[in-house]
């Protein structure tokens, strides 16, 4: 097998699935419109009952949250999250500064000016995203504004 890292099974197949999104993700033009929030069921996934509630289903990636630009620089990278900036209500995150290198940055998410994305998938966009978890990244940096912008962000 090409992972012997040490990953669960179902870790192994969560790490799969976010990988091939990520592909997807890189090659098509996202936009804001079809902004997600991705869950998977660890039912399905393991074939194993749910040991609690909250097993049953978690959040593992949130994809096209920002529109793909072709004059901005993608980039990918698998990065910690250092903090964390809430709306005043708690409900969606503003923005995400990241450790990358030797360097930090943040990065706006935008997610509170998405029209498609309901309460429900705020809520549970919220919740996904913690301070000292790893997880893979998609954004980009755009040369005329030097703006950066979160499109996806993939649990490990």
Same mark, same amino acid.
């Given at each position: 097998?090409?992972?012997?890292? !040490?990953? !669960? #099974? #179902? @870790?192994?197949?969560?790490?799969?699935?976010? *990988?091939?999104?990520?592909? %997807?993700?890189?090659? $098509?033009?996202?936009?804001?419109?079809?902004? @997600?929030?991705?869950?998977?069921?660890?039912?399905? +996934?393991?074939?194993?009952?749910?040991?609690?509630?909250?097993?049953?289903?978690?959040? =593992?990636?949130?994809?096209?949250?920002?529109? %793909? +630009?072709?004059?901005?620089?993608?980039?990918?990278?698998?990065?910690?999250?250092?903090?964390?900036?809430?709306?005043?209500?708690? =409900?969606?995150?503003?923005?995400? $500064? &990241?450790?990358?290198?030797?360097?930090?940055?943040?990065?706006?998410?935008? +997610?509170?000016?998405?029209?498609?994305?309901? *309460?429900?998938?705020?809520?549970?966009?919220?919740? &996904? =995203?913690? %301070?000292?978890?790893?997880? &893979?990244?998609?954004?980009?940096?755009?040369?005329? $504004?030097?703006?950066?912008? *979160?499109?996806?962000?993939?649990?490990?």
């Amino acid at each position: 097998m090409i992972f012997s890292s !040490g990953l !669960g #099974h #179902h @870790r192994l197949k969560r790490f799969a699935l976010c *990988l091939s999104l990520l592909s %997807v993700a890189t090659l $098509t033009t996202a936009a804001s419109d079809s902004a @997600r929030v991705i869950s998977t069921h660890v039912e399905k +996934m393991t074939g194993k009952p749910a040991k609690t509630a909250a097993d049953k289903s978690s959040v =593992i990636a949130l994809i096209n949250l920002e529109e %793909v +630009m072709p004059d901005c620089q993608q980039q990918i990278a698998k990065t910690k999250i250092k903090s964390v900036q809430r709306s005043e209500s708690g =409900i969606t995150t503003e923005s995400i $500064t &990241f450790s990358l290198s030797n360097a930090t940055i943040t990065i706006p998410t935008h +997610m509170g000016d998405n029209p498609i994305l309901t *309460l429900d998938d705020l809520v549970d966009a919220t919740k &996904f =995203i913690r %301070v000292g978890q790893t997880y &893979f990244i998609h954004f980009q940096t755009c040369e005329h $504004t030097q703006e950066r912008s *979160l499109i996806n962000i993939y649990a490990i």
